[in-house]
């Protein structure tokens, strides 16, 4: 994440923590389609650091990612993907470009190489559209690998895509044979 002028990086992930994989951890829950009450997080989050709705309100607006939403109302708010927990964010079906592209860390190749891309413990695979994105997200995970996903012939072959609201594309799984490393 792009450091922000008020230093809230930490918070930032404290709040993906929250809203992608553990609402518990501050005594909330999530709807079935991912949605929190944006006062109970911010109040949930006071437990262990100084915030308030400014400070949630520049989160959002500064993250590069674009991991969350607020509802239209601004009462609720949510991640926007990547979840561990099954909720349905509402995703629509897409149709992919011709090739999608994924960045990994050099320790995850043998893995992927053998069993293709998998959610893990996410819901979706994780794909980008460009080289530069992949390669930003594999370099999290140390030396960056790039794999190429031939995402239309995929489609063709009757996987589902998704695009959520920042742009990330979302598909269950991509066997082996759909890869190629760049």
Do not use: C
């Not at 960045?103 to 891309?117: C, F, M, P, W």
Request: cysteine-free; hydrophobic content about 30%.
């Amino acid at each position: 994440m792009k450091k922000n002028s008020k230093g809230l990086d930490g918070t930032s992930k404290y709040i993906s923590l929250i809203l992608r994989h553990h609402p518990e951890v501050i005594g909330i829950t999530l709807d079935e389609h991912g949605w929190a009450d944006a006062e109970q997080l911010i109040r949930g989050v006071q437990r262990t650091r100084t915030f308030d709705r400014e400070m949630l309100k520049e989160i959002v607006r500064t993250d590069e990612k674009q991991r969350y939403s607020f509802s239209p109302d601004g009462t609720r708010i949510r991640a926007n993907q990547g979840h561990s927990v099954p909720v349905d964010v509402e995703l629509t079906v897409e149709e992919p470009p011709e090739y999608l592209y994924h960045g990994t860390g050099q320790k995850y190749v043998k893995s992927i190489d053998q069993t293709g891309l998998v959610p893990k413990g996410r819901l979706y695979v994780h794909l980008s559209k460009d080289v530069d994105t992949a390669v930003k997200v594999g370099s999290r995970h140390g030396q960056p690998v790039i794999y190429r996903v031939s995402s239309g012939r995929l489609k063709r072959d009757g996987h589902v895509f998704y695009r959520s609201v920042n742009g990330v594309w979302l598909v269950k799984a991509v066997p082996v044979e759909y890869l190629e490393k760049q």
